[in-house]
């Protein structure tokens, strides 16, 4: 199966604090999970990805922890900025690996 | 020096015509690909070229139809445009050369609204 869900749907956070999002997907075959960042009326851009013989991978502000076992993996952001605002997707690759399964989306806003 | 372009940006069209949207990308990538966002956000992947051969053909209806030229060019033709077909249209490229692993590299997306 290819079911690829985030949560929560909707994040609100006040500037300084962190902020979790949360993708579960279903095809035991995914070996990459990549993050992708969407800013209003923007492209998706990837901010950071981790492959499946590694459990965190962290860049600065943001990091990425995952457990396959439970076929599930986090985007961790500390710190938050007004910029951290937009919609995050989670994209595992799925049916056997050959293409990317964007979640649902999360929108993140990031208050003063 | 933009890596992967789209034209046109914003296309208003009448129901029953017929569009094309272009895409190139300046990256060398083997694979280019056609999402489809809509109103919700939900992008799909539609359609995945790798050195000018289809890969992947989602369960789209066959008014879409995609061609890729060369490895650098993946053009999406849509026949008797309806109103479910308005939504944002985003090309994309990566090295990929068997499955997805690699970076996928967004267009700026192509706004159809259909009247």
């Known amino acids: 199966g290819e079911n690829v869900e985030q949560h929560p749907s909707t994040l609100s956070v006040q500037e300084g604090d962190s902020a979790v999002i949360k993708c579960t997907y279903s095809d035991s075959a995914s070996n990459y999970f990549p993050w992708y960042k969407q800013e209003l009326g923007k492209r998706p851009q990837l901010i950071i990805d981790i492959r499946s013989n590694v459990g965190e991978k962290k860049d600065q502000r943001i990091a990425v922890t995952l457990n396959k076992t439970a076929k599930h993996f986090s985007l961790h952001i500390t710190e938050t900025q007004p910029e951290d605002s937009a919609v995050y997707f989670c994209?595992?690759?799925?049916?056997?690996?050959?293409?990317?399964?964007f979640g649902t989306g999360t929108r993140l806003q990031v208050t003063l | 020096d933009t890596a992967v372009s789209q034209t046109p940006k914003y296309l208003v069209t009448q129901m029953g015509n017929d569009k094309s949207i272009k895409c190139e990308q300046n990256l060398g990538h083997d694979t280019m690909y056609w999402y489809k966002q809509d109103s919700k956000k939900f992008l799909k992947i539609m359609f995945s070229y790798n050195n000018k051969e289809l890969i992947i053909n989602e369960t789209v209806p066959n008014r879409f139809s995609p061609k890729s030229p060369d490895k650098a060019h993946l053009n999406l033709h849509i026949n008797s445009l309806e109103l479910g077909d308005s939504a944002v249209y985003f090309c994309?490229?990566?090295?990929?050369?068997?499955?997805?692993?690699?970076?996928?590299?967004f267009g700026p997306g192509t706004r159809l609204l259909v009247l």
């Open positions: 994209a595992p690759n799925t049916g056997t690996a050959s293409k990317l399964t």
């Open positions: 994309a490229s990566s090295q990929d050369r068997a499955g997805a692993t690699e970076t996928q590299y």
